[in-house]
């Protein structure tokens, strides 16, 4: 399901990082992302949603530039 807020995404699972690209142009990485986190987000129906309640706010980022 595309998504109104999130452009696109990227996991490294090694790394356990999660690059996010959002529609607005900002990109953002997430560190130390549960593998089982970001499977959950690939499978729901609505990304953005899932985002807001799993990942934003619960795990250090730095916004890319």
Do not use: C, W
Request: cysteine-free; hydrophobic content about 25%.
């Amino acid at each position: 399901m595309p998504s109104s807020v999130i452009r696109s995404y990227h996991y490294d699972p090694v790394q356990r990082r999660l690059e996010l690209q959002f529609v607005s142009g900002r990109r953002y990485r997430y560190d130390d992302v549960p593998e089982e986190t970001f499977r959950g987000m690939r499978q729901a129906f609505s990304k953005g949603e899932y985002f807001n309640a799993h990942i934003r706010d619960r795990y250090r980022y730095t916004r890319e530039i």
